[in-house]
């Protein structure tokens, strides 16, 4: 690259850098895992808003934090504990995974976290993203996040596809290595409250000068079709109790988990005590509940319905329960 093309690259990721820094200052959203650079909330939090929304994690985050401090209290923690705690969070498999890294940092670095996205990134369930989270966030490493809103951006702004390697370092291009976690979280928020998929706000937006695209770039993407699938449950009541089943600790799915006996589809006249639909990734299930007697008492087990909140159940069996208003 010629020399006046250099400065000129040089100074506009120096522009982009201190604008979105300064409207980050500015119009950040109050969450509460921004109040603390703290390792174990960073962690936390960035391990909760995978696959779900920030409205959704918030009470979560607060209630888990409640409930387990510290990493070394979550290393102690029985697991039924924790994904009690999880419940209705789905994507069990993480707070799984958050439990045994909490035990390997409490054993193996004396409850200590590590501060290297390398160190970080040997731990269960800490993938490159979080890894990169962390490290910028809690130890002010310089090292650039990608997540689907930073890739939004990232392409944006460059008026093109982007794809594997080349987002990481368009990514770690444009990153402010003095104050790396806060122009990462900057870089998020953008994405998720200005440059949203859908008619993003390029006039409110601080880097409108220097995005090549301003507006959605020419879609490209397949849209994956949802599978249609019908399911009935057996809504089975006693006095202050209620029959649940619980699924094998081998299951490939939420294993170990609670949720009400599922029945053989049926047909003809009698219809269920209420329906519901419930979606998972690809697919949207049209739930029947029928208050009626379980086939197969012997594997599930009579819960209080007082202790309902304590177990861990599915987000379908919550979903229902709440619906039955037994929760
Ligand atoms: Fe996104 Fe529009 Fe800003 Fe470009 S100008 S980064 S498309 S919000």
């Not at 409640?66 to 069990?92: C, D, H, I, N, Q």
């Not at 402010?176 to 870089?187: E, I, L, T, V, W």
């Not at 490939?252 to 003809?268: Q, V």
């Amino acid at each position: 690259m010629d020399l006046q093309l250099e400065v000129r690259a040089r100074n506009e990721r120096n522009g982009f850098r201190r604008r979105l820094l300064a409207w980050y200052g500015n119009h950040r959203r109050d969450l509460p895992w921004r109040a603390s650079r703290d390792p174990y909330r960073v962690w936390l939090s960035e391990i909760m808003l995978q696959q779900t929304r920030v409205a959704a994690v918030i009470g979560y985050y607060q209630e888990f934090l409640r409930r387990f401090p510290t990493v070394t209290k979550l290393a102690a923690a029985r697991e039924a504990g924790v994904l009690a705690a999880w419940s209705g969070l789905g994507y069990y498999r993480r707070a799984r995974m958050m439990h045994a890294a909490a035990k390997v940092i409490v054993r193996e670095q004396g409850g200590r976290f590590p501060a290297s996205e390398k160190e970080l990134r040997a731990l269960p369930g800490v993938g490159r993203y979080t890894a990169a989270a962390i490290a910028s966030i809690a130890f002010n490493k310089p090292v650039a996040v990608v997540d689907g809103n930073v890739e939004r951006v990232l392409q944006r702004v460059a008026g093109k596809r982007l794809a594997g390697e080349e987002l990481w370092t368009a990514a770690n291009d444009r990153l402010d290595a003095k104050r790396p976690g806060d122009f990462n979280q900057a870089m998020m928020e953008l994405g998720a409250v200005v440059c949203t998929p859908r008619a993003p706000g390029c006039l409110t937006c601080p880097v409108i000068e220097m995005c090549a695209t301003r507006g959605e770039l020419a879609a490209t993407a397949k849209v994956v079709p949802q599978k249609k699938r019908e399911i009935h449950y057996a809504l089975d009541q006693r006095d202050g109790e209620v029959f649940l089943v619980q699924r094998a600790r081998d299951a490939s799915l939420m294993p170990d988990m609670w949720e009400l006996p599922e029945m053989a589809s049926r047909n003809g006249a009698s219809s269920p005590s209420f329906t519901l639909r419930h979606s998972v990734t690809v697919t949207d299930y049209a739930v029947g509940v029928w208050r009626e007697v379980a086939a197969g008492r012997a594997r599930g087990k009579w819960i209080p319905l007082e202790q309902l909140d304590r177990i861990a159940l599915t987000g379908l069996a919550r979903k229902i329960l709440r619906r039955a208003e037994m929760l």
